[in-house]
């Protein structure tokens, strides 16, 4: 078996994954909720991409794992959207700039410049739904 496809959640610190999400939301706008949810909408779908580019170059998540984060998505789901992200970063500027801004503070809260709380409270992640409302 290999240990890469075997990797699970467990694996990784979740208030490391949890703190991408939220850092995500703030920079973009969008509900930690909606990132976590179904939602198709644009700017719900880009914050999701986002995350799912971050957490493979950030926190060197496999495929299937970041899915497992995201609401049990499939692998092929999360590359399809690490592609098209890397596409739409480059014909939106906004796009861009939110997502640069995203990795830049969230590498700023793992090395500790920036507390991780600044954030306030982590939701629960059983709760997620509900902050969207």
Same mark, same amino acid.
């Given at each position: 078996?290999? &240990?890469? !496809?075997? #990797?699970?959640?467990?694996?990784?610190?979740?208030?490391?994954?949890?703190?991408?999400?939220? *850092?995500?939301?703030?920079? &973009?706008?969008?509900?930690?909720?909606?990132?976590?949810?179904?939602?198709?909408?644009?700017?719900?779908?880009? %914050? /999701? #991409?986002? *995350?799912? &580019?971050?957490?493979?170059?950030?926190?060197?998540?496999?495929?299937?794992?970041?899915?497992?984060?995201?609401?049990?998505?499939?692998?092929?789901?999360?590359?399809?959207?690490?592609?098209?992200?890397? *596409?739409?970063?480059?014909?939106?500027? *906004?796009?861009?700039?939110?997502?640069? %801004?995203?990795? %830049?503070?969230?590498? #700023?809260?793992?090395? $500790?410049?920036? !507390? /991780?709380?600044?954030? $306030?409270?982590?939701?629960?992640?059983?709760?997620?739904?509900?902050?969207?409302?």
């Amino acid at each position: 078996m290999n &240990t890469t !496809a075997a #990797q699970s959640a467990a694996d990784f610190d979740p208030v490391n994954v949890d703190t991408l999400i939220r *850092v995500v939301s703030a920079e &973009t706008g969008v509900p930690y909720g909606d990132i976590l949810s179904n939602r198709m909408d644009r700017p719900a779908a880009n %914050a /999701r #991409q986002i *995350v799912m &580019t971050l957490a493979r170059d950030e926190l060197a998540m496999s495929l299937p794992v970041i899915g497992g984060w995201l609401g049990n998505r499939h692998h092929s789901t999360v590359l399809s959207g690490i592609r098209a992200h890397a *596409v739409r970063v480059l014909r939106d500027p *906004v796009l861009a700039a939110k997502s640069s %801004a995203a990795r %830049a503070t969230f590498a #700023q809260m793992r090395t $500790g410049l920036i !507390a /991780r709380n600044a954030l $306030g409270p982590l939701p629960s992640r059983r709760n997620a739904g509900a902050l969207s409302c």
